[in-house]
């Protein structure tokens, strides 16, 4: 099956994010974990968490079309390395869950849901859009926490202050 150009286009999105999100994902060392630059800010475990986590969303919208809070299954990791992995799976599944799609189940319903509750209901296409885009936004939270803890930051789109490249 040919992909169409909408599926073509999420999976070069994601491929062009995943180099720069491992890079930071392997970096944050398990004595930052507990790290809050603020009262009301989550955890660096927590984001760094969902920095790994986030392509496993597109993989339930398309198979599951839904996520209900009370029901998903919040990954846990002893390790960096096996968390490291964790988004490496992730991120395939995402892609061969991209690649089994037409743009007929892009039309497809996806349901955000909390205890069975729905939050709100999008197609898959406008899902996984916003989902690259809600993960992209994490990675730059994330990036900013390994700044204040003085773990150096990745290349993102271009050189860092830690990782100059000229």
């Given at each position: 099956?040919?992909?169409?150009?909408?599926?073509?286009?999420?999976?070069?999105?994601?491929?062009?994010?995943?180099?720069?999100?491992?890079?930071?994902?392997?970096?944050?060392?398990?004595?930052?974990?507990?790290?809050?630059?603020?009262?009301?800010?989550?955890?660096?475990?927590?984001?760094?968490?969902?920095?790994?986590?986030?392509?496993?969303?597109?993989?339930?919208?398309?198979?599951?079309?839904?996520?209900?809070?009370?029901?998903?299954?919040?990954?846990?990791?002893?390790?960096?390395?096996?968390?490291?992995?964790?988004?490496?799976?992730?991120?395939?599944?995402?892609?061969?869950?991209?690649?089994?799609?037409?743009?007929?189940?892009?039309?497809?319903?996806?349901?955000?849901?909390?205890?069975?509750?729905?939050?709100?209901?999008?197609?898959?296409?406008?899902?996984?859009?916003?989902?690259?885009?809600h993960w992209v936004h994490h990675r730059g939270q994330l990036?900013?926490?390994?700044?204040?803890?003085?773990?150096?930051?990745?290349?993102?789109?271009?050189?860092?202050?830690?990782?100059?490249?000229?």
């Amino acid at each position: 099956m040919e992909n169409s150009a909408f599926v073509n286009y999420y999976i070069k999105e994601l491929e062009a994010e995943y180099t720069s999100s491992r890079k930071c994902i392997e970096r944050i060392p398990e004595s930052s974990y507990d790290f809050k630059p603020h009262p009301s800010s989550m955890e660096l475990r927590y984001l760094v968490l969902l920095t790994a986590d986030i392509p496993r969303w597109i993989t339930y919208m398309i198979k599951e079309g839904e996520v209900d809070f009370a029901t998903y299954e919040q990954f846990e990791w002893k390790t960096p390395d096996e968390l490291t992995n964790h988004f490496d799976e992730a991120f395939k599944e995402a892609i061969e869950s991209l690649k089994s799609i037409t743009d007929e189940d892009l039309k497809g319903d996806f349901h955000l849901k909390r205890n069975g509750e729905v939050l709100f209901t999008q197609s898959i296409f406008e899902g996984i859009g916003s989902t690259i885009h809600h993960w992209v936004h994490h990675r730059g939270q994330l990036t900013v926490y390994m700044r204040i803890s003085e773990i150096p930051v990745p290349s993102i789109y271009g050189p860092s202050a830690d990782d100059r490249v000229f």
